[in-house]
């Protein structure tokens, strides 16, 4: 499965710009990749390797501005329609190591 984060947060004083840095610097130390901007998606095994990672980001999470999260089958993810523009070299990288063959 897959977790996606997408968040909005405020960036208009030193402190929240911190605060900003320091979310995004977890998100990519946890192995996040970036799909787009504010938009962070990881891999998961099952949901409960998925509530230990949302776990994490509801305690680092802070009081303004906005962060969902969305947990999406490899299915689903798969069936994501991409209009404009192409997967990114991290996003490809982790389609590979995730290819298993069974001979």
């Known amino acids: 499965m897959r977790v996606l984060v997408l968040f909005d947060l405020p960036v208009e ?3 929240e710009i911190r605060q900003y840095t320091h979310f995004r610097k977890f998100l990519l130390d946890d192995g996040f990749i970036m799909i787009q ?3 962070y998606m990881r891999f998961c095994r099952n949901t ?3 509530d230990k990672h ?3 980001i509801r305690q680092l999470s802070q009081q ?7 947990c999406v089958t490899e299915k689903q993810y798969e ?3 991409l209009i404009i523009g192409e997967k ?3 996003e490809l990288m982790v389609n590979e ?3 298993m063959v069974i001979e």
């Not at 303004?64 to 969305?70: A, D, E, V």
């Open 48 to 50: 409960v390797d998925a």
């Open 37 to 39: 901007y504010s938009i």
């Open 97 to 99: 190591q995730m290819t």
């Open 79 to 81: 069936n994501m329609i």
């Open 64 to 70: 303004k501005g906005n962060i969902r999260i969305l």
């Open 88 to 90: 990114s070299p991290t």
């Open 54 to 56: 949302i776990a994490r």
């Open 13 to 15: 004083t030193k402190q």
